[in-house]
């Protein structure tokens, strides 16, 4: 099985949905571990009846996450288009560091 599921929305941003984690356990766990590995410089989230949803701010570059998406699991949300490929790549090795993280605590 991947560690995560990417997909294209209509808009032009990317969905990350990471397989095996879903819920608000595994997001605020998400969360933590998005504060200890990545220490933004900004980060927060919020909890409403459908959803806890969030993001982070690291190197001026804007990442939401949530607990739920179209695909039922836990995911970020970026939007390449204003991003270098540098920049895209570092978005996908922070998310492949939480990813491995997160699963890694869960077992």
């Not at 995560?4 to 990317?14: A, S, T």
């Not at 998400?30 to 190197?59: A, F, R, W």
Request: charged share 30%; aromatic share 10%.
């Amino acid at each position: 099985m991947e560690l995560f599921d990417e997909y294209k929305m209509k808009n032009g941003c990317i969905l990350v949905n990471l397989n095996g984690c879903s819920g608000e356990e595994d997001f605020y766990l998400m969360n933590q571990i998005i504060e200890e590995l990545l220490k933004p410089e900004d980060s927060g989230y919020s909890v409403d009846s459908m959803c806890v949803g969030g993001y982070l701010k690291k190197d001026g570059i804007l990442i939401r996450t949530s607990s739920e998406s179209p695909y039922d699991g836990c995911s970020f949300y970026y939007d390449p288009a204003p991003l270098s490929e540098a920049e895209i790549q570092k978005v996908k090795d922070w998310i492949l560091m939480v990813t491995k993280e997160l699963l890694n605590r869960k077992n």
